[in-house]
């Protein structure tokens, strides 16, 4: 059977199953005309990829195509509690947990446009590293950082869809991606830490005086700023959003 067969089945399966999916009880339901090997060796060949994903979404992607399109990049953990550690399945921070959680850490890249999100691109954070803390104790790392994944990201989708911005959270709100965004010929709107420092005009950032981004802006309030690492100024509003408590988000937009 082919691959691509296979993974329209899989698919199908992964959507129609109630609790736990693996590749036996797809077997069972297929009564064993395909076995949970040839599953299985799907699964880890490699062949559903972001590649993959790309094929099988750019016609609709081509539909809804606009010049004021979005791209949304952000990281998820899928949590896989009792599964047994590997270079794909590890521990990762969650933050929508408040702490470390087991699974598999991925960064997936959305368009948007028309009211409608098709997924683009994926990356899989696997902490194919193994290094001993400073009590000795072993521990494993990634060898492409996340900000390395989010390059990529844009870069692919840059140079296939047409978008205006890029939008993620705080994660990957740093100089190196927003200047990346901006030499891929597109802006951005991320959020800023509060502990971040800017300057109020050129002259300032030129004598090195920054202030805290909360004596910056006030809530309502659009105003351009200059932080340390970008050459061009941003321009930066304070939202508040709330929800069980207070929060504030700075949304930044590269001029």
């Known amino acids: 059977m082919r691959n691509d067969i296979l993974l329209d089945l ?3 399966y992964l959507v129609s199953t109630c609790g736990l999916a693996t ?3 797809m077997s069972v339901v297929l009564d ?3 076995s949970h090997d040839k599953i299985t060796r799907l699964l880890s060949s490699g062949y559903i990829s972001s590649q993959r994903l790309w094929a099988e979404v750019r ?8 010049d004021d399109a ?16 590997n270079d794909l399945i590890q521990w990762h921070f969650d933050h929508t947990e408040g702490r470390s959680v087991k699974g598999v850490n991925f960064i997936s890249a959305i368009y948007h446009s028309w009211e409608m999100s098709l997924p683009v691109g994926v990356s899989f954070i696997k902490k194919d590293r193994v290094y001993k803390d400073s009590n000795g104790k072993e521990k494993r790392k990634s060898s492409i950082s996340k900000h390395h994944h989010f390059r990529d990201l844009v870069s692919h989708s840059s140079n296939r869809l047409r978008f205006k911005y890029v939008l993620s959270d705080s994660w990957f709100g740093c100089a190196d991606n927003m200047n990346f965004v901006v030499e891929c010929g597109r802006d951005f709107i991320m959020a800023f830490k509060e502990n971040r420092k800017v300057a109020l005009s050129k002259e300032d950032k030129l004598l090195g005086k920054y202030i ?6 006030s809530e309502g309030c659009v105003r351009p700023v200059y932080v340390e690492q970008l050459e061009f100024p941003i321009l930066i509003a304070k939202q508040v959003f709330k929800n069980s408590r207070w929060s504030c988000r700075h949304t930044l937009s590269g001029q």
Request: charged share 30%.
């Open 212 to 217: 805290s981004i909360k004596e910056a802006v």
């Open 70 to 85: 979005v791209l949304i990049i952000d990281d998820s953990v899928e949590a896989k509690p009792y599964t047994h550690c």
């Open 32 to 34: 064993k005309q395909i």
């Open 10 to 12: 899989y698919t199908d």
């Open 59 to 66: 016609p609709m992607c081509e539909e809804i195509e606009q």
């Open 23 to 25: 590749a036996t009880s």
